[in-house]
């Protein structure tokens, strides 16, 4: 009895030391979930409205690791913060929102300097109902030859939020999901990069920066990252190391939740190859890319300012939302949240070849980069931050025209546009790949309703 007493007493003593260490030093992995619950929770509940415990086990727990199953969370709807953790105390998280500029991931230590970016941030003008879109956010002339198209679940895919087409410039079709509506925002995942391409094209009119731009960012200066071009981001060919795997701690996962400045992390990362000679999917390279374009303004309002200001202004995107990280970097490869409507604005910008109404917003020449295939990419990926194939399949295998360009996010999101169709297909969800949901078949059928 007295052996057995010992051991269970030993046996307590190294549970508690083993938990002690759990909860003074977590894991990394462990800081990840919570981090990018903590994340996606804020920007859900202060951007879209939602409510948090919907996001929790919607967006988090049911499509996510098993471990994040175990996270809880707190929302503080008044000062603009939630935090995340494991079993209420192992690997704590923050987020905190900043108005205008949606949500980052923040130390405690951190959260009143991060609030701080939202002073130079004006709020958005209110849609006019009264005028259809695009011009305003009145009720759409929904063509009867898609109701049928845009009632099925096979063809919308699981967990469908937002589908919206548009045709000739006027948007002919849209369904949502359950508790989805044409006012709802939401994350686009890396149909930011397209965003931020457009953005670079924009700063290029300003006479802000040029793309074949180099010697970029100060520390690249003593090696051989100095050759380094801004089109060799823009076409994912810099040659950098970047890890882009989720589900474990790797560069992607790293940069978006642990580190506080994504920006210097990625420019932190050794080059592996030439510039130009080989490609590699990396959402690092889009974020140098917006810290690169924001480093050529003098005053961080005036840069913060500029995506609103030159583009979404521009183009009557008044739900959109561009995130910053802590340190007032844009997270331009993932974090821009929008209504399908206005997502489907800039898409529709890019069919016209930069042209919305009367003006000419984009300059044809970044549109063109936009759709120009990448060599180094065996002509999967674009110039300009863009696909050329819809995910996981070729085109021409749903009798889709070479000329289609792909907008394409993590968990399902994806827009299929066709500039000498003038057709766009927008479609926002929450469909992991393992669901293996193809959009292809989704804009077959669309184009050949509206043939």
Not at 133 to 142: C, F
Not at 171 to 200: C, I, Q
Request: charged content about 25%; aromatic content about 8%.
């Amino acid at each position: 009895m007295k052996w057995g007493l010992r051991l269970a007493v030993a046996l307590v003593g190294i549970v508690s030391i083993a938990a002690g260490v759990l909860i003074a030093f977590p894991p990394d992995l462990l800081r990840v979930g919570t981090g990018y619950a903590a994340k996606i929770i804020c920007s859900n509940v202060f951007i879209a409205g939602r409510d948090a415990d919907e996001v929790l086990r919607d967006d988090v727990q049911a499509p996510g690791h098993p471990l994040l199953r175990l996270v809880q969370a707190d929302v503080d709807l008044e000062g603009g913060l939630v935090r995340t953790s494991l079993l209420g105390i192992v690997a704590p998280s923050r987020a905190v929102h900043r108005t205008g500029l949606g949500c980052a991931t923040v130390a405690d230590a951190d959260i009143e300097t991060a609030r701080r970016l939202t002073a130079p941030v004006a709020e958005a003008m209110p849609a006019d109902e009264s005028l259809p879109w695009p011009e305003g956010e009145g009720a759409a002339e929904v063509d009867p030859r898609l109701s049928a198209i845009l009632s099925d679940p096979e063809l919308l895919g699981p967990s469908a939020r937002g589908v919206v087409v548009v045709k000739d410039g006027r948007l002919v079709g849209e369904a949502y999901g359950a508790g989805f509506n044409e006012r709802t925002p939401l994350l686009g995942w890396s149909m930011t990069k397209t965003v931020t391409a457009a953005l670079v094209g924009l700063m290029r009119e300003e006479g802000r920066l040029d793309i074949d731009d180099r010697g970029l960012f100060p520390e690249w200066s003593g090696d051989a990252r100095r050759e380094i071009s801004l089109a060799d981001l823009l076409a994912m060919e810099s040659g950098l190391r970047f890890n882009e795997s989720y589900g474990d701690v790797t560069d992607v996962t790293r940069m978006l939740y642990l580190e506080p400045d994504m920006g210097a992390y990625a420019a932190s990362l050794p080059s592996e190859a030439a510039p130009g000679m080989r490609f590699n999917y990396s959402s690092g390279e889009t974020v140098l890319i917006s810290r690169y374009w924001m480093s050529r303004f003098s005053n961080p309002t005036d840069a913060l300012a500029f995506p609103r200001r030159a583009l979404f202004d521009a183009i009557g995107m008044r739900s959109a939302v561009l995130e910053p990280d802590q340190a007032g970097i844009f997270a331009g490869s993932s974090y821009l949240y929008a209504t399908a409507r206005d997502w489907a604005r800039f898409a529709m910008l890019i069919a016209e070849n930069g042209r919305w109404a009367d003006r000419q917003v984009l300059n044809p020449a970044i549109v063109a980069r936009i759709a120009e295939p990448s060599d180094a990419s065996g002509e999967a990926y674009t110039k300009g931050q863009a696909w050329q194939n819809g995910p996981g399949g070729t085109d021409r295998d749903y009798g889709l025209p070479d000329e289609t360009i792909w907008m394409s996010g993590h968990d399902g999101q994806s827009a299929a546009i066709i500039p000498p169709e003038r057709l766009v297909v927008m479609r926002l969800g929450l469909t992991p790949r393992w669901l293996d949901y193809r959009p292809q078949r989704l804009v077959e059928a669309v184009r050949n309703a509206l043939r």
